[in-house]
Each structure stands twice: as C-alpha cells, then as structure tokens.
C-alpha cells in the first residue's frame, strides 16, 4: 500500500515537472534582423548578421579556447504565392574561431559547404566576435537559366550552439528562418 502511494506521488511530481514551461533562455531574443540580396553576374551574394550579437554562452565557450562556430543555413526558393516555395539549392557557410592564450589572438576558419575558404589570425575579441555574427555578402549561389525570370527568396538561419531539452536531450541553438524579398534574374544579372 505504502509503494503503490510513493508510485502515484511520484507520478504526479514527474507530471508536474514536465507540464511547467521551461525558462526561456537568455538568447531567445538572437534573430536574424533583416536578410539583403545582391546580384552580380551570375552570382547571388548574401549579406546578414546575427542581432544582438554573439549569446553569452557561445562568447563563454570562445573565451575559454574552445573552438566556437556559428553556421549559417542559406537556401535559394522559387517564391510561390499559392504553394510551397520550391527550394532550388542550399549551403552551409561556417565560421570557426579559437582562442590561443599564448599569444593572446584568434584564429578564424572560413567554410563553405565543408570548403575551407580561408584561415586568418585576427588580434582582438571585439573584430572576432563581428567576424562570427555576420554573413558578409557571400557568394552563394550561381544563376542558370532556368531561373531567368522568376521569382526568388533566399532565407537563411543561424546555428550558434546547443542546448538542452528536458534536462539530458542535446538539440541545436538556432534562430527562426528570415527570408529575403523577392528579386528576378533576367540572364545579366541585373534586377528589375
């Protein structure tokens, strides 16, 4: 009688602990303020940054010599008013940056798709910090024909860390998807 008690106690504290909303964290707020678009040639260059800044668990994790990286999810779509938008093409551009307390700098990795682009040494926290907040006018995609004359969006999102779900579940830290307007490619590059 007594265990069959503890159980249905027990029962009701574990239904009452899920049933409590968790805390919002403290970098809920991270997003994606605005996404811009520039055509140049053929190519598709994405230009955004992450607002406020870096969250506090990740600028944690930098100063501490891990290797920090922010990745930046960056999808091409056919925009449909009456339908999903058709995805035409997608990349990963990540930044990697470790402390080194030897010398007092950051090492910063540049990638795209697994790419590495480049390696630089940058000498302060304050420009590392920027160089990890801001997607800088890559070029991301390259135009074809059979985009000549539609309608096209780019939405990109920031992966900047992990949490945890329930107490012992590992998931992503991201923000939401934020979608550019709407441009056209014409064959030349130009938008109308």
Known sequence: MRARRFLIHFAVL?????AV?????????LRIPQVETVLSGRE???????????????????????PTTVAWEIRLFVSRNKWWDGLKDER???????????????????RLDGRLLETVVLPDREE???????????PT?????????????????????????????????MT???RSPVFYWKGGGEAP
């Not at 574990?14 to 899920?18: E, M």
């Not at 059979?146 to 830290?173: E, Q």
């Open 92 to 110: 990963r551009y990540a930044i990697t940056a470790t402390y080194r307390p030897v010398s007092g700098d950051f090492t910063v990795e540049r």
């Open 21 to 29: 909303p968790a805390a919002p964290a403290a970098d809920e707020e």
């Open 141 to 173: 995609f390259t135009m074809g024909p059979h985009l000549i004359g539609k309608p096209l969006v780019v939405r990109v999102r920031s992966l900047y860390g992990t949490d945890v779900t329930l107490g012992f579940v590992p998931t992503r830290a």
């Open 44 to 66: 598709v260059r994405v230009t955004t940054h992450l607002s406020p800044g870096l969250p506090p668990d990740a600028l944690k994790r930098l100063l501490s010599g891990l």
């Open 176 to 178: 939401d998807w934020r």
């Open 128 to 138: 590392t910090e920027r160089v990890l907040t801001t997607l800088p006018g890559l």
């Open 14 to 18: 574990i239904a009452a602990f899920l």
